[in-house]
């Protein structure tokens, strides 16, 4: 079955390449191209899913190719529950992106689908790496079309907020390389060898000295949360956002910024646990700051794009606070609420984006009384922002829900005032939403331009429906998504409580429970967290004075 | 069984899918309507089979829950998606689909013609599904999917005509009333989410059996339970329009008046005091949050009822009604005569949704008057509306034998008990206001002279559509509060309150901790008690008469004149709304802005943000000052520094 995951990452490539070869003027075939990659590499991620067993610990479908042998250094790839779902998010969006484009994007069209697909390549590979060196690669690759779809498909602002959304990212990321290359030589150094295996990386990890994990905790840390990006790294975001087209909007705020938060669980709680333990609070903090601070400045915006990228520091906010309460609810809530976040702030940003097509402005003040001109966009538009303000029975509610619920238990941070200022962006969250709702529908239209607006037509339909169909899915039927990565946020917080408390209330499947229908190849798992801790202990140096 | 209770709740979730659906392409209102007000009768004509199924149970079995599917599971947290039939959740839903029903008939008239016609009756069924989960729900997280999708409803039905204009503080659309309404009310949920949060901690479950069979074994007044509940009761306040969150209901008005009616009278509103009901045994733990239950119903009771005294909006003064009602309810709540507030709850329904649909008849005669100064006179066009009115104003003023006096009877007599004289004045102070108010509103609406324009208006009855669901309401007025007489009126029966003894099996708990095993109370006191309050409406709505049944306006102008001051304040709502407006909005906006935005962002972080960009390009223009080109300079910096190299390894 590796397959599937070889394919999901060859396909976007292979598309790149065809798309460069073809003809510029062929615009049906670059168009029937991009969409057909995308449908194939959607149909993959799907076939993923259904492939993945979530009773089974650890990576699956993993593939291990040599790259830089003497270091240990490999094309790594493999999928957990964790990073499944944001997977098949990244080919969902990608999609939705490339279908939102082909009405919007008119010239030099060509560069612009193969500018997608490699994207499409790019963040998958971010989600699947299981090596550091690779991950990297990945991590930084995503930079460049990035880059080139905001500064050359952008708006009259494109240069200066391609270029901020590069420097700003790529300044901690140089961070992030110094301390994989870091751990590779500690590894070198203590366990036998360089590496950039994760997985060998996530059992020498805890047994860093603390002072270690503090600096590389920082220069990972650093990296991801400007991509969240948390309060106070968050300025590129408004500014890449209003300049980028519609696509690249999605994409930013459906993908790219759970690039992020996906970092943090990964590499920071992972690799360092007891660092993290000494900041949790710290991050939820500024988590929380950023649970507000997004939704009063959203609260002031005028122009939309604005508004929703400010929403979206808000909404970021309630996921770094469901990580770093290091509990199962918390990051369950954290990981749902990446997809959530990218299904409701994606559909706000593509209606936006069909709003800009008819009127050529963003300023709320230039609409006003559309319901009875576009009313099926107007149900649309409704439902993606109840989504977006966590209204329960749509998907944003239990994520929120559970997020909020996880820093309120934590053993970890252990203080409620947590949750307790969290929950006040649930009530934000009503009043910026119905403000920016209000203005665009509702009233009579002051503006003759917005008389004889068209409503939507069947393309905009295919964008759009799929994904209500999904808010009212993961709403009342959270649990196929939840089952995902319940496993693995299992093991990980047992091992966390392990490490702080010496002691879990965690439940794990024993492995004579775990049904055992495939013969599992028995690595050095790092998901028996008992016996994996004791050995982890005995290695670990002593405590300096 | 499992099926029918499963039924109750989702055939109306049926119409609403396929009213909104498919309604916009069904040209026939007769269709839509039918579809509309059926399924809400059908969940009735279930609701009544499954309270004839519990009746025969043998009281302690009368609980009985279908578990439809596992909704949310992580970690340790699982809740379910599954519904409870016992005493309380079927009184309400009969009361929901009953009432609801009626109304929805009604607006069948009401909204002829409308363009929104489908959408109005797919909101309507919305409503009344999430309305049906929020009292038939087994756990508090899938109530508080019905109580926000009620809000839900609520904010869309008060939108429902999203091209209209209606005054208010802040306020230029009646959209803008409904969205006042949804944040105060999230404002609300915000306290219920962390009370959840606070259970989920207590108890490991968010399930009502298992909170309130395990409540017993926690310390009475612990700092938790105390916490919790509060903050449970800032969501009532929102809900049910209670001091503080109290000022979106009348600005709810805005909305259709059967939307009134259901919603905002007769149903969603008591959701807080169906929320105390169901778990009063946890806040029966919590002596300090009852009282302070109690002080803010009575509190709301008396002030929105002086406000009603002055409006002259038919339906404001409804709505302050409802206000000062629902702090009836309240107050019983926080005295832990928790069955006398459901009563009110249900007598309440019966009366005020009559009212609010009398007022319907009225506005719609009067083509979407609603200013009671140019009404008048129209008990001689509108005879049936306006005996069913009166028969709602008896109601309400607490008159026997009508249903307002049973159970406002019983609120009185158990706040007598508990909170003493003082609370009791305060209410029968309230109850006054409430017979004066009414009674202003019949005389002002239907006595005096006609003060419309009688050359294009024509007001006449309301078509039977509309008529008969008032004459069901008008004859519940009169019998329903027969379903509690107090035992001091009947002392030879054994339990004539049948609604108490049906719920007792659920309050009996909390009764418990609250040390109130009922004693054997002295009649003779409570005959003095219930005679006094009844003197005291009588003359209250007496004085109204008298005052305003002769010529209305100019008694209106008179008192307007001699109470000053004081007229102006009750006119303008105790100026709550301004304070709330310059206090909060306007700061938060202006914070916002000012502050959060322009400074703090743009000026500051983005300042910083800049400036690092701008000091690495001066950094860089300055040192490439030093990249000339010429060969010889270099050959000189190389030199130089070669010495001092040489001169430093030379010297140390």
């Known amino acids: 079955m590796?397959?599937?995951?070889?394919?999901?990452?060859?396909?976007?490539?292979?598309?790149?390449?065809?798309?460069?070869?073809?003809?510029?003027?062929?615009?049906?075939?670059?168009?029937?191209?991009?969409?057909?990659?995308?449908?194939?590499?959607?149909?993959?991620?799907?076939?993923?899913w259904i492939a993945f067993r979530p009773e089974q610990p650890g990576f699956q479908f993993r593939i291990a190719l040599r790259w830089i042998e003497s270091l240990d250094i490999g094309f790594r790839v493999g999928v957990d529950g964790i990073s499944l779902l944001l997977v098949v998010l990244t080919t969902l969006l990608t999609l939705v992106a490339l279908l939102a484009s082909l009405e919007a994007i008119r010239h030099r069209q060509k560069e612009y689908y193969a500018m997608l697909l490699l994207l499409e390549t790019a963040m998958l590979g971010v989600f699947v790496a299981t090596d550091t060196f690779l991950f990297y690669v990945f991590w930084e690759l995503v930079l460049i079309p990035m880059y080139f779809i905001i500064g050359i498909w952008g708006g009259r602002n494109r240069i200066y907020a391609a270029l901020k959304f590069f420097l700003y990212t790529l300044v901690g990321s140089l961070l992030m390389l110094v301390g994989i290359v870091w751990l590779g030589v500690y590894a070198q150094q203590h366990a036998g060898g360089f590496t950039g295996d994760l997985e060998r990386l996530q059992q020498i990890g805890?047994?860093?000295?603390?002072?270690?994990?503090?600096?590389?905790?920082?220069?990972?840390?650093?990296?991801?949360?400007?991509?969240?990006?948390?309060?106070?790294?968050?300025?590129?975001?408004?500014?890449?956002?209003?300049?980028?087209?519609?696509?690249?909007?999605?994409?930013?705020?459906?993908v790219l910024l759970k690039m992020g938060t996906y970092g943090l669980v990964r590499f920071n709680l992972e690799l360092f646990p007891q660092a993290s333990f000494e900041y949790a609070p710290l991050l939820a903090w500024l988590g929380v700051i950023g649970i507000v601070y997004g939704a009063l400045v959203a609260f002031a915006q005028s122009d939309m794009k604005k508004l929703i990228a400010y929403s979206s520091v808000s909404h970021l906010g309630f996921i770094v606070l469901g990580i770093f309460s290091m509990t199962v609810e918390g990051l369950q809530g954290a990981l749902l609420q990446m997809v959530?976040?990218?299904?409701?702030?994606?559909?706000?940003?593509?209606?936006?984006?069909?709003?800009?097509?008819?009127?050529?402005?963003?300023?709320?003040?230039?609409?006003?009384?559309?319901?009875?001109?576009?009313?099926?966009?107007?149900?649309?538009?409704?439902?993606?922002?109840?989504?977006?303000?966590?209204?329960?029975?749509?998907?944003?509610?239990?994520?929120?829900?559970?997020?909020?619920?996880?820093?309120?238990?934590?053993?970890?941070?252990?203080?409620?005032?947590?949750?307790?200022?969290?929950?006040?962006?649930?009530?934000?969250?009503?009043?910026?939403?119905?403000?920016?709702?209000?203005?665009?529908?509702?009233?009579?239209?002051?503006?003759?331009?917005?008389?004889?607006?068209?409503?939507?037509?069947?393309?905009?339909?295919l964008q759009l429906i799929p994904l209500v169909v999904l808010f009212v899915w993961i709403g009342l039927f959270p649990r196929p998504f939840l089952h995902l990565s319940e496993l693995s946020f299992r093991s990980m917080v047992a091992k966390l409580e392990q490490l702080r408390f010496g002691i879990t209330t965690i439940e794990l499947p024993t492995p004579q429970a775990a049904p055992a229908a495939e013969p599992v190849q028995p690595s050095p798992s790092p998901l028996e967290p008992q016996r994996f801790l004791e050995e982890q202990l005995r290695r670990m140096p002593p405590p300096r004075p | 069984m499992d099926f029918l209770i499963a039924a109750i709740p989702l055939i109306p979730l049926a119409g609403f899918l396929t009213l909104g659906l498919f309604g916009w392409r069904w040209r026939s209102e007769t269709v839509l309507g039918a579809l509309g007000s059926g399924t809400v009768g059908l969940s009735f004509l279930l609701s009544t089979i499954v309270l004839g199924w519990l009746l025969q149970l043998p009281e302690p079995q009368r609980s009985y829950t279908v578990v439809l599917y596992r909704w949310i599971e992580a970690g340790t947290f699982r809740v379910e998606l599954a519904f409870t039939v016992d005493p309380l959740s079927i009184v309400f839903a009969l009361v929901v689909t009953g009432v609801g029903f009626l109304i929805h008939v009604y607006s069948i008239g009401y909204m002829q013609g409308d363009a929104g016609f489908w959408r109005f009756f797919a909101y309507l069924n919305l409503f009344i599904f999430m309305m049906l989960v929020l009292v038939l729900s087994n756990n508090l997280l899938l109530t508080f999917l019905g109580w926000e999708g009620v809000g839900l409803c609520s904010y869309l039905l008060i939108g429902f005509w999203y091209n209209r204009r209606f005054e208010g503080v802040g306020i230029l659309w009646t959209t803008d009333a409904g969205r006042k309404a949804f944040i105060m009310n999230r404002i609300g949920d915000a306290g219920m989410l962390l009370a959840m949060f606070l259970l989920v901690q207590q108890f490991g479950s968010l399930e009502y059996s298992t909170i309130n069979a395990q409540a017993a074994s926690l310390a009475m007044g612990s700092g938790t339970i105390v916490a919790i509940t509060l903050l449970l009761f800032l969501a009532c306040t929102g809900k049910s329009a209670q001091i503080p969150l109290a000022v979106w209901l009348p600005d709810a008005m805005a909305g259709p008046t059967p939307v009134s009616a259901l919603i905002h009278a007769a149903t969603m509103v008591t959701a807080g005091v169906f929320l105390v009901s169901r778990l009063a045994p946890l806040f029966a733990l919590a002596p300090a949050t009852l009282n302070i239950i109690a002080a803010v119903g009575a509190l709301t009771a008396l002030t929105a009822a002086t406000i009603g005294l002055v409006q002259t909006d038919i339906k404001k003064v409804l709505a302050y009604s409802t206000i000062s009602q629902l702090g009836f309810m309240f107050t019983a709540a926080g005295v832990g005569a928790f069955s006398a507030a459901v009563f009110h709850v249900v007598t309440h329904a019966f009366f005020k949704a009559l009212l609010f649909l009398g007022a319907g008849a009225v506005i719609h005669a009067l083509h979407e008057q609603q200013d009671i100064r140019a009404m008048g006179g129209l008990r001689r066009s509108m005879p049936t509306t306006y005996r069913l009115f009166l028969v709602a104003g008896l109601a309400i003023a607490g008159i026997p034998p009508l249903s307002g006096f049973f159970s406002k009877d019983a609120i009185l007599w158990h706040v007598f008990e508990e909170a003493g004289i003082l609370g009791w004045l305060v209410l029968v102070a309230a109850a006054f206001c409430t017979a004066f108010y009414t009674f202003r509103l019949i005389a002002l609406v239907f006595h005096g002279?006609?003060?419309?324009?009688?050359?294009?208006?024509?007001?006449?009855?309301?078509?039977?559509?509309?008529?008969?669901?008032?004459?069901?309401?008008?004859?519940?007025?009169?019998?329903?509060?027969?379903?509690?007489?107090?035992?001091?009126?009947?002392?030879?029966?054994?339990?004539?309150?049948?609604?108490?003894?049906?719920?007792?099996?659920?309050?009996?708990?909390?009764?418990?901790?609250?040390?109130?095993?009922?004693?054997?109370?002295?009649?003779?006191?409570?005959?003095?008690?219930?005679?006094?309050?009844?003197?005291?409406?009588?003359?209250?709505?007496?004085?109204?008469?008298?005052?305003?049944?002769?010529?209305?306006?100019?008694?209106?102008?008179?008192?307007?004149?001699?109470?000053?001051?004081?007229?102006?304040?009750?006119?303008r709502k105790y100026y709550v709304d301004e304070f709330y407006q310059k206090l909060i909005v306007e700061p938060v906006q202006q914070v916002s802005e000012r502050f959060f935005w322009r400074f703090l962002d743009a000026a500051l972080i983005d300042g910083v943000v800049n400036g690092v960009a701008r000091l690495v390009g001066q950094l860089g223009s300055i040192v490439r000052r030093l990249q000339t080109g010429v060969a010889q300079s270099y050959a000189m910096v190389m030199l130089v520094g070669i010495l001092a190299l040489l001169s430093w390894l030379v010297l140390f």
Request: net charge neutral; glycine share 8%.
């Open chain 1, 206 to 254: 805890p047994t860093l000295p603390l002072t270690a994990q503090r600096w590389l905790f920082w220069a990972f840390a650093l990296s991801f949360c400007i991509k969240v990006p948390l309060f106070p790294l968050h300025t590129w975001l408004p500014d890449a956002h209003v300049e980028a087209p519609t696509a690249g909007s999605v994409i930013l705020a459906g």
């Open chain 1, 2 to 48: 590796e397959w599937i995951l070889l394919g999901l990452l060859a396909t976007p490539l292979v598309g790149f390449v065809l798309i460069l070869l073809l003809p510029r003027e062929r615009l049906r075939w670059i168009h029937a191209l991009s969409i057909a990659v995308g449908l194939i590499t959607f149909g993959l991620a799907i076939a993923l």
């Open chain 2, 449 to 571: 002279e006609e003060r419309f324009d009688r050359r294009h208006l024509h007001p006449h009855e309301a078509p039977a559509v509309m008529r008969v669901p008032l004459l069901i309401l008008g004859f519940l007025s009169v019998v329903g509060g027969f379903l509690g007489i107090p035992h001091a009126l009947l002392p030879f029966v054994d339990s004539p309150n049948l609604l108490e003894h049906f719920l007792e099996p659920l309050f009996t708990p909390a009764a418990a901790l609250l040390g109130k095993i009922s004693a054997p109370a002295l009649h003779w006191e409570e005959y003095v008690l219930m005679l006094l309050a009844t003197a005291v409406s009588g003359a209250g709505a007496l004085s109204a008469w008298r005052l305003f049944s002769a010529d209305g306006l100019a008694a209106e102008q008179k008192i307007q004149q001699r109470l000053g001051r004081l007229y102006q304040l009750l006119w």
């Open chain 1, 340 to 461: 959530n976040h990218g299904l409701s702030t994606g559909m706000l940003f593509l209606c936006v984006g069909m709003l800009y097509e008819r009127r050529h402005t963003r300023e709320l003040a230039e609409f006003g009384g559309l319901a009875r001109r576009m009313p099926l966009f107007a149900v649309l538009l409704a439902l993606a922002v109840l989504s977006s303000a966590g209204l329960p029975g749509l998907n944003g509610f239990v994520g929120e829900f559970l997020s909020l619920l996880g820093a309120a238990q934590s053993r970890f941070l252990d203080n409620f005032v947590f949750a307790a200022i969290g929950v006040s962006g649930v009530i934000l969250a009503a009043a910026y939403l119905l403000k920016f709702y209000h203005a665009l529908m509702f009233g009579e239209p002051s503006n003759p331009e917005n008389y004889h607006l068209r409503d939507i037509g069947w393309l905009e339909r």
